[in-house]
């Protein structure tokens, strides 16, 4: 009825009729740090963006995915497709920092299509599609970078929008550059995937992403929302995650959210007004720093600094409340 409400809003010159969700594909190592759980409930939560695939990265492909297919079939969304992306063996207890919501959750389980073989699957995927597709990657890139190696000729049909790279401002607002993980962990395979023939590229580094968190109203809206089977699964995850982490004390996790940063290439992938943005040409070294440099290889459309980040983090804090849109 609501669609049928549009249409003749549309005839009669009284509305625009929204335009159809696009096909998406994400790249993620989910599992190991908590944005890209936010991450994918970001783009669930987005009607701009009709997620198709989740591509594993790194580590642990059967553990990852479980993760994804787990947070799918909460959210009712087991018509997206799990591809699990090159495998480098079993992660120990100590990496799977979201292992304990998925010890007794099994991937044959999971009443979508699972892809063994997921490269080629995900190559296949973007053949099928038609017009352009976006890819939201979100983490080291071994296997997308393989994806495009075998063939290069689907990036022609894809803008890619990734969370990778430090160039002016490191972690934690650092005033000096950082070898960003997403990027260090495999620079050859960073490099692979921005050469490839992308529609277009669209990056935010750390001196954006890096700085994203949620808290006060906008992080106690998702506490009052607990009702939400999406939203809460998220929340459970963050309240496992948090104590096993290694590298950072989370303490703080009933009064805000860790750093954010794979939220803002969602973000980016379906409206970039509150970001400022800079063609920046770079190179990538051997020890994962993205360097400006004029006669670098390597060329993207960098988000550098925020024009208003607090905007942001309220139409965050709204959305994955699955109220998209209430705060423009």
């Known amino acids: 009825m609501n669609k049928l409400i549009a249409i003749l809003l549309f005839l009669s010159g009284l509305a625009t009729l929204p335009a159809e969700p696009v096909p998406t594909l994400l790249s993620t190592d989910i599992g190991s740090d908590i944005d890209d759980t936010w991450a994918l409930a970001h783009i669930l939560r987005s009607p701009e963006l009709n997620l198709r695939m989740v591509l594993t990265e790194t580590g642990e492909a059967a553990y990852r995915g479980a993760v994804a297919a787990k947070l799918l079939e909460v959210a009712g969304r087991t018509d997206v497709e799990v591809a699990l992306g090159i495998d480098f063996g079993k992660m120990g207890d100590e990496h799977r920092h979201q292992g304990p919501w998925v010890e007794d959750y099994s991937l044959e389980d999971y009443p979508g299509q699972v892809h063994r073989d997921g490269i080629d699957a995900f190559i296949e995927r973007v053949r ?137 290439a969602v973000y980016m992938a379906y409206a970039d007004d509150l970001l400022e943005f800079e063609t920046i040409t770079f190179s990538v070294t051997d020890d994962g720093y993205t360097r400006r440099d004029p006669d670098g290889p390597f060329t993207a459309r960098v988000a550098v600094k925020w024009k208003d980040q607090a905007a942001f983090e309220r139409e965050l804090s709204l959305r994955l409340c699955g109220k998209a849109g209430e705060s423009r």
């Open 128 to 264: 099928s599609l038609e017009g352009p597709v976006k890819v939201i990657a979100i983490g080291p890139p071994p296997s997308l970078a393989e994806a495009v190696r075998r063939d290069p000729e689907i990036a022609r049909k894809c803008d890619l929008y990734g969370m990778y790279g430090s160039f002016d401002l490191g972690y934690g607002g650092s005033p000096d550059p950082s070898a960003e993980t997403n990027v260090r962990v495999d620079p050859d395979a960073f490099r692979t995937v921005m050469a490839a023939p992308w529609r277009s590229i669209t990056l935010t580094p750390l001196d954006t992403c890096g700085l994203v968190q949620l808290e006060g109203d906008d992080y106690r809206r998702l506490w009052c929302a607990m009702d939400d089977p999406l939203l809460r699964a998220v929340i459970e995850n963050y309240c496992i995650w948090a104590p096993r982490v290694p590298w950072m004390k989370c303490d703080f996790f009933t009064t805000r959210s860790s750093t954010l940063f794979d939220d803002v």
